[in-house]
Every structure is written in structure tokens, then in C-alpha cells.
């Protein structure tokens, strides 16, 4: 039974057939293929937030010799240790980026890049791992490994510094505004008590119509108009201060 070959491994590898059978259409999750002494790493190029979760595939297949081959990039085991570096470069990136962050939009924005960035590197020391403990002789999978758990354990602190950060501005944003708020009760409490303070008296003094105010001021009544409406904005504005009160 002839075995179709996956579009995705290179023709000129001459790998197992059980990988050809093993991969479909896409490359799927980061994993480790090992069949007849072969070694086929399937991991994913360093992700970003705009990727949509469309990952990039990269192949590493190490043969019987020990020889390493790659794919799209070629380089062998030099292409896998850039492989790591690219992860590791924007580990960095980041990092210094949570460093300076100050608004909780900064921090989101870092979070978006830093979220499937740790999931993707986690995947890829599990393949690591499982490589190393396959090929225990290979001093570079161990190497390459060791790389790979301090790019996971600094992505990792990255997540949580920027989440922490962000968490902090929010709450700190909330109390300003709590405080804010209540700012502007006090001041609104004020000025109602000044429009109910002088609302009788400006009722009062209405009546006096648009008279000249030299010649309301001239009447003895306007005194006592005043006298009235200050006393009745005295009263109105205990009651209505008590009423609040027990509200």
C-alpha cells in the first residue's frame, strides 16, 4: 500500500512513513515524533497577538546519525537554536516593555502579545523535554532544553507582572473616581444648600417687580422682606438638610 506523503515534511527527507501518516493538513499542536531511531520535533514559530491563533509550523528532524535537518529555515540544529533565540528576544522585548508600563492599556497591550507567547513556549519545553529524555546522548537537546525553562520561567513573570500591573492601575483608577465622586457630592450638596438658602428670599423680592432699586431700598417694607426670606431659607434649609440626613 503506497503511503501518501504529508505536503508539509520536505521531499528530500527521507523520514518514516508512520510521520507522513501522523500529520495531516495542518501541523496541530507542538509534539514530538519518534520512529526507528528518527527524531521529528514539530514545533511552532514564536507567536504574536495579530496572528488571529493561526500558528506558523517549523520542523527539526534529527536522523539515526545524529544529524539535524530543518524546515522552512535551513540550518539544522543551528536553525533550532535561532528557533529559541527568537523565542527569547521577545521574552526580552517584553519584559522590558512590563518595566516602564504605567497605564492599564499599556499592560493589556502586553498581555495580548505575552498570553499565547507563554503558551506556546510551555508546549515547546514539553517537546524539549520529551527530546532530551529520547535522546539522552545529545548534549544540545539538553542545552537547548535548560534555554527553553528559563525562556518559559521569564515569559511567566512577564504575564504575572503585567496582570498584577494592570489589576493595580484599575483598582487605583477606581478609588481616584470613588474619590472624585465624592467630591462632587460635598461640592452639589453646597450649592443646594445656597439655592435653598436664598430661593425664598429671591421669591420674596420678586415682588417688588422690576421697581428701581433705589427706590426699593428707600421702603422700610423691603427690610423686612429680607429679614422674611432669610429667616424662611434658614428653616427651609435645616429641613431639607435633615431630611437627607435621614435618607
Not at 531511531?37 to 496572528?51: R, T, W
Not at 517549523?58 to 536522523?63: K, L, Q, S, V
Not at 415682588?207 to 417694607?221: A, Q, R, V, W, Y
Amino acid at each position: 500500500m503506497e503511503i501518501k506523503r504529508s505536503r508539509l515534511i520536505p521531499k528530500i527527507w527521507a523520514v518514516p512513513d508512520a510521520f507522513h501518516q501522523r500529520l495531516g493538513h495542518n501541523a496541530g499542536r507542538q509534539r514530538l515524533m519518534d520512529e526507528d531511531g528518527h527524531l521529528l520535533l514539530i514545533l511552532h514559530q514564536a507567536p504574536k497577538a495579530s496572528d488571529d491563533a493561526e500558528r506558523s509550523p517549523a520542523f527539526f528532524w534529527r536522523n539515526p546519525e545524529g544529524e539535524w535537518k530543518s524546515s522552512p529555515e535551513g540550518g539544522g540544529m543551528t536553525a533550532l537554536e535561532t528557533h529559541l533565540e527568537t523565542y527569547k528576544t521577545l521574552t526580552h522585548d517584553l519584559d522590558e516593555q512590563v518595566e516602564v508600563a504605567q497605564t492599564a492599556c499599556e499592560y493589556f497591550t502586553i498581555l495580548k502579545n505575552a498570553t499565547p507567547l507563554l503558551r506556546a513556549t510551555r508546549n515547546l519545553y514539553e517537546v524539549l523535554q520529551k527530546a532530551r529524555e529520547a535522546r539522552k546522548s545529545d548534549r544540545k537537546l539538553l542545552v537547548l532544553r535548560d534555554e527553553a525553562v528559563e525562556i518559559e520561567r521569564t515569559i511567566d513573570l512577564v504575564h504575572s507582572d503585567a496582570r498584577d500591573g494592570m489589576e493595580f492601575v484599575i483598582a487605583e483608577n477606581a478609588a481616584e473616581q470613588a474619590k472624585l465622586s465624592h467630591q462632587t457630592t460635598l461640592e452639589s450638596r453646597r450649592l443646594n444648600r445656597l439655592v435653598t438658602f436664598f430661593f425664598p428670599l429671591a421669591t420674596l423680592i420678586s415682588l417688588f417687580g422690576m421697581n428701581d432699586p433705589k427706590e426699593i431700598l428707600k421702603t422700610h417694607s423691603v427690610w423686612w422682606v429680607v429679614g422674611i426670606g432669610i429667616l424662611l431659607g434658614l428653616v427651609l434649609g435645616f429641613v431639607v438638610g435633615n431630611r437627607k440626613n435621614g435618607d
